[in-house]
């Protein structure tokens, strides 16, 4: 079993729709965990942490259920710049190496 | 402030030569990050570098891989005898501290073709 699991998609969606990526990790005991945005053939960079209370950034929502180990990212008002791999990261040991799943992509259409 | 750099963004080796892939953290990072991206496949950590010191190689290949972060200078991972298995994108990351509340900066990434 992957430690990091996402539907790798593609989701096509229409400008201004509203989009929700799940992510699942296995280690129970992963203590940091992230949304990364890659664009093709780039490297990735970081979205936003996310946290078991939520948090919010614009037109981006983060949640983490640490019972279920389950992450996700909601977006709203896609845009066409949104069009990208979205991939669900956890940190794993005291060496804060980076966990990565495989990506879900997005190509969001005018 | 300059972000991490990657020399060469894109190297180009026949089986059984060298590849020597740099990278120069961000200005006060001294610890360094590489993770490889396989065709088609996330990122994978290879392993985790302060200056002069391998703390954590976990996920590097047992045979003809190898990392080092010296004083002075970038940080180099080394790829012997490569096969083609071993084309992929390779990107290191900086942080200024390796713990939880210190974000990883990407460099721009190293392409790694082997013909």
Redesign the interface.
């Known amino acids: 079993r992957k430690e990091?699991e996402q539907d790798p998609g593609p989701f096509n969606v229409p400008e201004g729709a509203t989009v929700a990526f799940n992510c699942t990790y296995s280690n129970s005991a992963s203590?940091?965990f992230f949304w990364y945005r890659q664009d093709c053939?780039?490297?990735?960079?970081?979205l936003m942490s996310v946290y078991s209370s939520g948090n919010e950034d614009g037109r981006f929502t983060a949640q983490l259920n640490r019972a279920s180990q389950y992450i996700s990212l909601l977006i709203r008002d896609s845009k066409l710049s949104d069009s990208a791999t979205y991939?669900c990261v956890v940190?794993?040991?005291a060496?804060?190496?980076?966990?990565?799943?495989?990506?879900t992509l997005l190509a969001v259409q005018p | 402030n300059a972000g991490v750099m990657q020399n060469p963004r894109h190297l180009v080796r026949r089986r059984g030569q060298e590849a020597r892939l740099r990278c120069s953290p961000m200005k006060g990072h001294s610890h360094v990050y590489w993770y490889r991206q396989l065709p088609e496949e996330g990122l994978k950590f290879m392993v985790y570098l302060q200056k002069e010191n391998i703390i954590d190689e976990s996920g590097m290949p047992k045979e003809r891989f190898s990392a080092e972060f010296p004083k002075e200078g970038p940080s180099i991972l080394r790829i012997q005898q490569v096969v083609r298995g071993d084309s992929a994108a390779y990107f290191c990351a900086s942080s200024p501290q390796g713990s939880l509340d210190y974000e990883q900066y990407f460099g721009p990434g190293t392409r790694l073709t082997v013909t």
Request: avoid cysteine.
């Open positions: 990091v203590q940091s053939r780039k490297e990735p960079k970081l991939l940190t794993s040991g060496t804060n190496k980076l966990i990565f799943g495989t990506g």
